[in-house]
């Protein structure tokens, strides 16, 4: 039997950050701007400074009178996220930021530019309480949840890079935001559901985009999983597995000492019926471990006939980790094997790993500045 490790749910006690109107629905906005003295379509306006012109000064908002400029600033776009550094590889389209929120906790986004998308990797908490052996974040425990427009504020610090043309390739767009900083957006549920809204809200009350390009990655929290799905929100879900067993499971992903491979399956199946999108099965693959043939059999005839497909990740070993990445041969075989099953199956790059960017990398370690 492994030890039992802790998992951790929630961080009690915690200052929350200041409130931002990206926390707040529009209705919400209006009735600040109206406390503050102002006509309500002030919030609009500030809406879409903030999601449209991507402007961070409120000098440049020339549409309200000086006199209310600074008022509103406080009230709805405190400066939430201050850059602690910023590390760029491949050419510069591939850069992850280090920011420091208003406590001093550290959070890392990652920026990745392709021929034709730009992917950001945001966090959802600083830290992460569900303890998986071969990811970094896991190693040093939950810090607290993030509010919403910590997390959309990482998504808008990406799109100003982008259309201020900072970014290697002119001016861009962020067409994709994955969940897979650091921390389980699932348990940080309403501030990840939030995100996701204000991020999706057609401008000017949100940036516009997608919900097909927004993935939201679970390590399987089951009830949270069912509630996702009752959402109306078609993103796509992501469920990091890992392994078919749950012998094997319980070691890597602790939390499957809660909630088995079959109920968490069920739960990814409930969520394809609901939604029509297709669930991005994740894997690492990690030498010895969990890339037998047999496992990719066994995962293989449980994904067999469903609306999934298997996303398998080099293992990106962490400092000090006893784990590494599947030999080219191993990985091979897991392919073809699960390709014999009939399940769709990619091999995610690993962009971003001289960086510490990779998937699992992400730690925040406040080293040199
Ligand atoms: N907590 C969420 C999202 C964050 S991690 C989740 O677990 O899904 C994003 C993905 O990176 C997850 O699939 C995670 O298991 C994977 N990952 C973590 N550490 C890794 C590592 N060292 N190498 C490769 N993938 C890793």
Redesign the pocket.
């Known amino acids: 039997m492994p030890e039992p490790r802790a998992l951790t749910f929630e961080a009690p006690g915690r200052a929350r950050p200041p409130r931002h109107l990206a926390d707040l629905a529009p209705a919400e906005r209006r009735a600040v701007a109206v406390e503050l003295g102002e006509p309500d379509y002030r919030a609009r306006q500030v809406a879409r400074h903030y999601f449209v012109r991507l402007t961070d000064d409120p000098a440049a908002w020339t549409d309200v009178p000086a006199a209310a400029r600074e008022r509103l600033a406080q009230a709805l776009t405190p400066t939430l996220l201050t850059p602690v550094r910023e590390q760029v590889c491949d050419a510069g389209t591939t850069r992850k930021a280090v920011w420091r929120l208003f406590d001093g906790a550290l959070v890392e986004s990652v920026l990745m530019r392709y021929p034709d998308r730009v992917t950001m990797c945001v966090s959802s908490q600083a830290g992460?309480g569900?303890n998986?052996p071969?990811?970094?974040t896991g190693q040093a425990g939950l810090t607290r949840n993030l509010s919403a427009a910590e997390i959309v504020e990482q998504v808008v610090a990406g799109a100003r890079e982008l259309a201020r043309g900072q970014v290697p390739g002119g001016p861009g767009r962020v067409s994709n935001v994955v969940?897979?900083?650091m921390?389980?957006?699932l348990a940080n549920y309403r501030a990840v559901v939030d995100a996701v809204r204000r991020l999706t809200d057609p401008a000017p009350e949100g940036l516009g985009m997608s919900a097909r390009g927004i993935t939201v990655?679970?390590?399987g929290l089951v009830p949270r999983m069912r509630d996702l799905a009752r959402e109306g929100l078609p993103v796509t879900l992501?469920v990091?597995l890992?392994a078919p067993d749950d012998e094997l499971r319980d070691e890597l992903v602790p939390v499957n000492t809660r909630w088995k491979v079959a109920e968490v399956l069920r739960a990814a199946w409930e969520y394809a019926a609901a939604t029509h999108r297709r669930v991005s099965i994740?894997y690492?693959l990690i030498r010895d471990v969990n890339d037998q043939a047999w496992r990719a059999d066994v995962l293989g005839s449980r994904l067999a006939g469903r609306l999934a497909h298997v996303n398998l990740?080099p293992?990106?070993?962490?400092p000090g980790s006893r784990w590494t990445a599947s030999r080219p041969q191993a990985q091979d075989a897991f392919v073809r094997r699960l390709e014999a099953h009939g399940v769709p199956v990619t091999v995610r790059d690993t962009r971003g790993r001289e960086i510490d960017g990779a998937?699992?990398?992400l730690a925040a370690s406040s080293g040199p500045d």
């Open positions: 992460c569900m998986c071969f990811c970094a969940f897979m900083g921390g389980e957006p990655s679970t390590v992501a990091s890992h994740e690492a990740i293992l990106n070993p962490t998937c699992g990398q």
